[in-house]
C-alpha cells in the first residue's frame, strides 16, 4: 500500500477524517458513491447505505457535542485508506463528559470515491455518545 496523497479519494477520506462533523449533505455526496456502505463494527445495527443515511447518522452524533477530531496515521492508496485517529467529544450540557474515542478506519475506494467505509472501536469507550 503506497502513501499517495496525491490521489482524488485518499485526499478525500483525509477531508472526511478531518471534518466529518462540519461537512454538510450535499459534500458527503461528492465524498461517497451513491451506494456507499458505512459501519461502526461495535455497532453493525446502524449500517448506513448511501450518502444520506451516512450524513442522519453522522448529524445525530453531533447535537450535544463539541468535537476535536486529530487524524494521527493515514495510509493507503487509490483503492483502499487506513486511518487512525482521535476524536474528542466534550458534552455542551456542561456535565462535564468528556468522550475520546480512538478509531481504526478502513476506507475502500472506486474511482477517487468511499464505497464502503468501517470504522473500528472500543464501544465501551463510546457508550456515553449513545445517550
Excluded at 461502526?40 to 447505505?49: A, K, T
Excluded at 447535537?63 to 474528542?88: C, F, M, Q, S, Y
Excluded at 476506507?107 to 473500528?120: A, E, M, N, S, V
Amino acid at each position: 500500500m503506497n502513501n499517495s496523497d496525491s490521489t482524488p479519494g485518499f485526499a478525500r477520506v483525509r477531508h472526511l477524517c478531518e471534518q466529518w462533523p462540519w461537512l454538510k449533505r450535499e459534500e458527503l455526496h461528492e465524498i461517497f458513491t451513491p451506494d456507499c456502505e458505512y459501519i461502526n463494527m461495535p455497532m453493525p445495527h446502524l449500517r448506513c447505505v448511501g450518502p444520506d443515511q451516512v450524513f442522519n447518522l453522522l448529524d445525530g452524533f453531533i447535537a450535544p457535542w463539541e468535537l476535536e477530531l486529530n487524524l494521527l496515521h493515514i495510509k493507503g492508496d487509490e483503492e483502499a485508506v487506513l486511518t487512525e485517529r482521535l476524536e474528542r467529544f466534550v458534552s455542551k450540557s456542561g456535565n462535564g463528559i468528556i468522550v475520546e474515542l480512538q478509531v481504526m478506519g478502513v476506507f475502500q475506494l472506486k474511482d477517487g470515491k468511499i464505497t464502503h467505509w468501517r470504522d473500528y472501536f472500543d464501544s465501551q469507550q463510546s457508550k456515553p455518545l449513545l445517550g
